[in-house]
């Protein structure tokens, strides 16, 4: 398909700009992210809330979920406020993996915050984090309800020096919501993601 074939190119020149902090031209008229979403990810998107309670329902039966409350707005499902747009800059991320996908997992691990960054790219906004041993990479859409816009992206692993294009290896795919849930607070929920957890959740602070 000629609009997947486009941003599958756009997400591996972003996968470069990411690790090297260049900037990345797109080309315009990008199209909707239901043309580009892969099959498996459109699902993950239609079936975030049932990701949502089933990871929460884990950490209660693991009798974590003190711990989810603590976090207040940004572990709400339905939290999300108006204008989810976030300014273009460096951010602080925290990751949060909500409910093992396997017995004897964690069902509630909280990272320290690494640096990541909200970078225009034409009329399109993209997201990258610049450190960690995941780091996710990818592009941000309006989303069909106003409180939210989509994410559709792709993970380098390691030391990786790129990474792979969108749609290439299912398990590096990533999809998502990025929701406002505070004056100066972001969220990147992603349901399902291939491995360790039901539910991540990263937060989205602007340093200082």
Known sequence: MMFGCRVTALLLVLGLGACHGHRVAVAPAQPGWRAI??????????????????????IAAAGQIRQVAAQKALMQPDAALADPRPPAGLYRC????LGAK?????DYVAYPPIPCRIAFEHD????AQLGGPQRRIGLLFPGDDPSRM???????????AR?????????R?????????????WRLVL???????????IELTPPG
């Open 37 to 58: 979403a892969t099959p498996a990810d459109r699902t993950r998107l239609h079936d975030w809330r049932d990701a949502w309670t089933g990871a929460l329902a884990r």
């Open 94 to 97: 925290r990751t949060f993996k």
């Open 102 to 106: 396997r017995p004897g997992g964690q």
């Open 124 to 127: 399109l906004l993209s997201f």
């Open 150 to 160: 989509i994410f559709l992206g792709t993970m380098a692993l390691g030391d990786e």
């Open 163 to 171: 990474a792979l294009e969108y749609g290439r290896d299912p398990e």
């Open 173 to 185: 795919d990533s999809a998502g919501l990025l929701e406002r849930v505070g004056p100066r607070q």
């Open 191 to 201: 349901p399902y993601p291939s491995w360790e957890s039901m539910l991540d959740v």
